[in-house]
């Protein structure tokens, strides 16, 4: 009898062991496939699948470890995000939603994690289009204009339409703790998770941020006008000793339909130009990205060519690289601007020392014959010189220690690891990692030479 029992359970087991060695684990599917955002500025456009698409940095971030989505057969996520009132709808269609050991994602609280209250039901989206339409308007009409431009180059700075109306582009500066503002900002923070990488919002009671907001001004023949909303900034005024202040650019996004149409470039404009009326000690600009960067450096060049002050130290470090051989100890000196230099343009145009030192050598490489093998043969020892000098920590290195950056799978831009040596001695091992170092020191040597060349052609072209 228990014989039987027992084979008869054994039978059951087997059973359960086939089932479960059959059942199809679920594999999920990424956010990033299966998630689609459209940016719609009416009610016709909602539903429609050919419409303007936005491509995130990464949805899977804001679904769990793996960036998968569980439980759904067939999953459709397709999102209508309104560019009048910044209200979003998510259509979700799926064939079946099981729980296949995994779980069944809940979309509708992933979803929320990125949107907020900006998420609406249909047919309350819908109706943001008539309630909400003057939104923009009725909010940004009470900032203070801080320059008007046109984005066509032969008007100055509006556009004549054929219904009699015109189009004028304006940046407006406001205080982001008024109330109003702070809610319209929270609206905009979704567009800022989904294209700003590494992007987290920011404190709307806090009275030291200020948003900058580009805009279209569409104003009628009758003299009504309303407002569309194409990119902002966010800057954070920071306390400085003794009696200054520092602005630092935290975030700036121009809406994807309207990039590069020199909206982001009018933005980066209109801060420079409040830190130099303000008198602010210098303006940074938190984490660039690395389009952020280059248009930011096409612009500081473009400024710094203009400025009489640094133009002898630019002729003299240029004249010298011209000569036939330039030792090893006046490259360092010749790889850095002259601390007064440093001083005025940052005094001046508030431009910061590193952003300066990138700046640099865009303006030397401008002042030289880059066919001449010789000259540029100086020119990039020049750069090799700083950086060595830069990467290596000469203090702790005399102590038998070696201070390294090496890249790491973080996204971060740099990891430091310091190698200690016994006994002041450099080991097998230091002695590795200095030709490592040697052979990244090259590396990023040639990808500065390149950056330069990029940034330098583009500044000539769009000086001729
Ligand atoms: C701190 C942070 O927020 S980092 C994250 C930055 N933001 C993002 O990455 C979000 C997604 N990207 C964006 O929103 C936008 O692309 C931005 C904000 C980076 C740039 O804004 P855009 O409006 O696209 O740039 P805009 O059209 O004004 O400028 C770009 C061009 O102006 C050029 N330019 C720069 N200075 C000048 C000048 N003084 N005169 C004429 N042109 C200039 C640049 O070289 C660039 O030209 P190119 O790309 O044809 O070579």
New binding site residues.
Partial sequence: MALKQKSGETAREAKKRRLVGFAKTDEGVEANKCIKIFLVSSKDEVGAKDGFCIDPMDLNQFFGEDGKIYGYKDLMINIWLSSVSFYAYADISYASAVDGGKGITDLKLALQDIFGEALLEKIDFLQTFSTESHCVRSIISAGTVLRSYSINEDAESSDNLSDGSFIEHQVVRMELCSLPVGLLYSRLVPLTFL???G?SPIDVTDSKWDIYFAVKKIQSQTGDYDLRLL?FATVYRFYHHPESTRLR??????L?P????????????AVNSVAIAENVYDLT?????E??Q??RS??DT?RLLDFEPIKPAINSVASLLRTCSVSKKSCKSLARPPTHAIDTVRQKLKINKIQFLRCWDILIYLNLNSKDRKIMENFKASISTRLQSDVFDKDTKSKGKLLIEVPNDYDHDMTFVVYCSQNGEESDCLNGAQADLEQQLNKLVDKQLEDIVEIAE?VSS?RS
Wanted: with cysteine; hydrophobic share 35%; proline share 5%.
């Fill in positions: 294209l700003i990488d992007s990119g650019l935290s975030q700036i996004l121009v994807p309207y990039q590069g149409e020199g909206h982001g470039r009018r933005l980066l404009e600009v938190e984490e660039p990205s389009y952020l280059y248009l096409c612009f473009l583009k769009l």
